[in-house]
């Protein structure tokens, strides 16, 4: 079995500052994971995928298989960053979702 | 080209009656997902259809569930004798292929269903 954690509901930061998601994961396998982001009052859509190493409005996240952990990273936060974040793992099809973290970016 | 549609956007009903809500994946998307998001516990698996494979009805909370995926398109998720506990968006989404990493599943707006 799967399990998705992040230990945060909320978190708040000003401007201009750094942000970071944790997520923590157990899977007994190669893991698949993702990050989900949904605005306000839009779809939940995909942020970016671990295969992928890619950066997206410029956020990272790093898989780090011993700590088992693929923590959300930004720089610089804007407030357009302001959402809900999901942390997901792909078992074959299925996706089994973190709780989410709500981030609320102050001016 | 269009997204993922479902509807209705919103439902209300009384406890004991059943409701359907629909889903209409993308066009040309063989895999389509279901998922319930609860308030406070993200989002829960509910059921996989691919092509014409049987589904994946494992994440399914109870028998009064059910969904069905008619000529490989349109899909309709069912739930019998509702509950208050059944409150919650239920979302449906598709991909292209089965959900590797590199098959990217596309998200409905969802249906907020409300039993009273």
């Known amino acids: 079995a799967q399990r998705v954690t992040q230990p945060e509901k909320l978190l708040s930061v000003f401007k201009g500052a750094p942000v970071e998601l944790k997520c923590n994961y157990s899977?007994?396998?190669?893991?698949?994971l993702f990050w989900y982001v949904q605005y306000s009052r839009q779809r939940l859509q995909l942020l970016l995928r671990?295969?992928s190493r890619e950066s997206i409005k410029g956020f990272t996240a790093d898989l780090n298989k011993g700590e088992t952990s693929f923590h959300l990273k930004k720089p610089f936060a804007q407030e357009e960053d302001s959402a809900m974040y999901y942390c997901?793992?792909?078992?074959?099809?299925?996706?089994?979702f973190g709780a989410g973290t709500t981030v609320t970016v102050r001016a | 080209g269009a997204g993922v549609s479902q509807s209705p956007s919103n439902k209300v009903t009384e406890k004991g009656k059943d409701v359907e809500l629909r889903c209409d994946p993308i066009s040309g998307h063989t895999a389509l997902y279901w998922y319930r998001q609860s308030l406070g516990q993200g989002l829960e698996f509910l059921i996989y259809f691919q092509g014409n494979s049987a589904p994946d009805k494992s994440g399914l909370p109870s028998d009064r569930f059910s969904a069905e995926r008619t000529g490989g398109s349109v899909s309709t998720l069912t739930i019998q004798r509702t509950q208050q506990e059944d409150s919650a968006v239920y979302l449906c989404a598709s991909s292209l292929g089965s959900a590797t990493a590199y098959n990217e599943q596309f998200f409905g707006p969802g249906t907020r269903l409300t039993v009273l």
């Open positions: 671990h295969i």
């Open positions: 899977y007994s396998g190669s893991p698949e």
């Open positions: 997901a793992l792909s078992d074959d099809y299925k996706l089994s």
